[in-house]
């Protein structure tokens, strides 16, 4: 069996690669939703530039392609594996749809919602709230957004 702090580094890892499919204009963010046994259920990238739609997070593209798969909106027992910190939507969408546990790699000190500027899937208020597993893998998902961001500035 699988520990879970290596099962968490691979599939922050199968995330890294997901983002490097991402159309070279969106940010490459890549996240992956695995069932409660292990198995990759969706993937999803940013899309916000390809497709003009400001919820083209790779977190929202894999939650709506994971419930698809499954038929139903409750991703119960679901991972959802993000190469960064999940933003105050993606948050919220992650509680709303169940998801058991979040594992990210980098920290978004100016707009995540998992830890840094807020902490949405923590809040007491709030009806579900899942297990998080973060900075998996840290140094290689900040590299690549920093290698993005020093080619692509805007």
């Known amino acids: 069996m699988t520990s879970r702090s290596s ?4 599939w922050v890892r199968r995330a890294l690669a997901v983002a490097g499919t991402a159309d070279p204009l969106d940010v490459p963010v890549g996240a992956v939703v695995y069932d409660a046994a292990g198995r990759e ?7 916000r530039e390809q497709t003009g739609d400001p919820t083209g997070h790779a977190e929202i593209n894999a939650l709506r392609a994971a419930a698809a798969v499954l038929g139903t909106w409750r991703l119960d027992g679901c991972t ?11 948050a919220g969408a992650l509680v709303l749809a169940r998801i058991s546990t979040v594992v990210f790699g980098a920290w978004e000190p100016k707009t995540g919602a998992v830890g840094s500027l807020w902490d949405v899937v923590r809040d007491q208020r709030l009806n ?27």
């Open 80 to 90: 959802l594996a993000v190469t960064l910190e999940p933003c105050t939507m993606c």
């Open 41 to 47: 259920l969706a993937t999803g990238f940013n899309t």
């Open 128 to 154: 579900h709230r899942p297990e998080v597993y973060a900075g998996v893998c840290e140094t290689e998902c900040a590299d690549a957004l920093r290698d993005w961001f020093q080619t692509n500035r805007r």
């Open 7 to 10: 099962a968490n580094e691979a």
